[in-house]
């Protein structure tokens, strides 16, 4: 029960010009007694990137005329994904017969403002138009995988990441009876992914739901079915919390819930963050909002495979909070008058505070997702890499296999690329399968495959390693687990 609030206990907002924006933000700074150094970046896509991460944020078409909001929609966030014109009512209105223009219109206004996508949502058992319920349901599988391979084709290249299952869970656990599950049963999930990876295989692909964020029974439910997806080999990279939370209840085991996800190997981002409060919303309850974005931004950069946060919207004067759950609002960073919230400033300065994330290397390019793990110190005892390594050639690098974890038919190694006595700029690590494995996914490397041997190298961000130092790359692969020689070259 919400305690009664007086007036002078109330939020009030008052119309700013943006030539006070920074002040306003210094100001809320130091009231809340925030320590933000010389250094520290002024907008949170600036000082996510210097963690390795980004922030995002939804847009709608609708939103797209407001130029307020785009503004500072542009200003701050460095990942959109599109608050519905992604969606299958939106895409494929009628059997057969897609419509791109309004998800389009999305891609051009980030493309034009340097920021990137995600793409929202490919199967989900809302916003589905009517006619798919209708279609019989030996032939569902047919239409899903023709609605995935045309829309993921559509916008290959142009989204960084999907979420081609979009809120599969039921709270206890289970998956929902949806029109997809009648007619595959758990089994959609694999082909929807299949499907998707096989369109744009460079996307990072996400299941994504609410309720997750926590260690519960959902996210219970969730954990198992990502363990068997990736013991199949099935195209899973990410885990998506939307994280719709409720002041002062963001969930104690946020992290390492997360923590559990990524250390199958997968990706794991916060979607869609808002925060309600019960209105009127009065100044403690904004400063817990504070409370509670700090947070979830420093339990996002505990986690090296937390690639970023979106919230939900920009503002809170458009968003979905009011018309879902009424009496509710202000969930948003920013009030209705474009004014930065407690929420804002605690968000930024969780990114502005501590160095990078033990993951990132010195050379790791702001844009782009953390390395999967930290690097292994020059001081671990040899014994903890059951491999054999290769030495140094010419002394530029090396290159060890580990075995993290397997399962029947599958297993997740990680690579640890290491310069020798000068750096390294860019990097090549080959080997060859001794018994027919094959990878099923790989991150932080760019993979090529030729039969049994196997080629990686260096993504944008991790080629540079310094005299000593390494980066590392991982994967899943198909069959038993096995440890190659592996060589390591560098131009
Ligand atoms: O409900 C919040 C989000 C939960 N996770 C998945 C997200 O995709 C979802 O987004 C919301 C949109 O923000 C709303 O804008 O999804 C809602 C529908 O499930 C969206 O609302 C719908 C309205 O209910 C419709 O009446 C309207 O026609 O937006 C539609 C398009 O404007």
Redesign the pocket.
Same mark, same amino acid.
């Given at each position: 029960m919400k305690p009664p609030t007086t007036g002078t206990e109330r939020h009030r907002t008052r119309a700013r010009g943006p030539a006070t924006a920074l002040a306003v933000i210094a100001a809320g700074a130091v009231a809340l007694g925030l320590a933000i150094p010389a250094h520290a970046a002024s907008t949170l896509k600036a000082a996510a990137e210097a963690r390795g991460r980004y922030f995002g944020t &939804?847009l709608?078409r609708g939103d797209l005329g407001i130029s307020a909001e785009v503004n500072l929609a542009a200003a701050q966030f460095d990942m959109v994904t599109p608050? +519905?014109e992604m969606?299958w009512d939106a895409t494929e209105p009628s059997k057969g017969s897609f419509n791109f223009g309004s998800g389009d219109q999305i891609v051009s206004f980030a493309q034009s403002h340097g920021m990137r996508v995600r793409g *929202? +949502?490919l199967v989900w058992h &809302?916003?589905l138009p009517a006619w798919v319920g209708g279609v019989p349901l030996n032939q569902v599988q047919g239409v899903m995988e023709n609605h995935i391979t045309t829309e993921a084709t559509h916008y290959k290249g142009k989204v960084y990441a999907w979420d081609v299952i979009? $809120?599969p869970y039921n709270e206890d656990g289970t998956l929902r009876q949806d029109v997809f599950y009648r007619a595959m049963g758990s089994g959609y999930i694999a082909a929807a992914l299949r499907a998707a990876h096989a369109a744009d295989p460079n996307a990072k692909l996400y299941i994504n739901d609410?309720n997750i964020e926590g260690i519960n029974a959902k996210s219970n439910g969730l954990y198992s079915l990502a363990q068997s997806l990736l013991s199949q080999g099935v195209p899973l990279h990410g885990i998506g919390l $939307?994280s *719709?939370f409720i002041v002062g209840q963001v969930p104690s085991s946020l992290q390492a819930n997360m923590e559990r996800f990524a250390a199958l190997g997968l990706d794991v981002a916060i979607t869609?963050l808002d925060d309600r409060i019960q209105m009127p919303a009065d100044s403690s309850e904004l400063q817990q909002q504070g409370t509670d974005y700090g947070r979830v931004v420093n339990a996002c950069l505990a986690v090296p495979r937390c690639v970023g946060v979106s919230q939900?919207g920009v503002d809170d004067g458009h968003t979905?909070i009011p018309g879902?759950f009424p009496g509710y609002g202000a969930p948003m960073m920013w009030d209705s008058s474009y004014q930065p919230k407690p929420a804002y400033q605690a968000a930024l300065s969780a990114l502005n505070s501590g160095t990078s994330s033990p993951s990132q290397s010195p050379s790791q390019s702001p844009s782009q997702s953390p390395t999967s793990s930290p690097s292994v110190s020059p001081s671990r005892s040899p014994s903890a890499s059951p491999s054999p390594s290769s030495s140094p050639i010419g002394g530029a690098c090396s290159a060890t296999i580990k075995t993290i974890n397997s399962w029947g038919g599958g297993f997740q190694s990680e690579v640890t690329v290491r310069a020798g006595s000068a750096p390294v700029n860019g990097w090549t690590v080959k080997w060859s399968w001794p018994g027919g494995q094959s990878i099923s996914s790989l991150w932080n490397g760019r993979q090529s495959t030729s039969g049994s041997s196997v080629t990686v190298s260096n993504e944008s961000y991790n080629g540079s390693i310094a005299a000593g130092a390494s980066t590392t790359f991982g994967f899943t692969a198909n069959g038993s687990a096995a440890t190659p020689t592996a060589t390591c070259t560098s131009p």
């Open positions: &939804a709608t608050g +519905n969606k *929202h +949502n &809302a916003q979009n $809120e609410y $939307e *719709h869609e939900w979905w879902t």
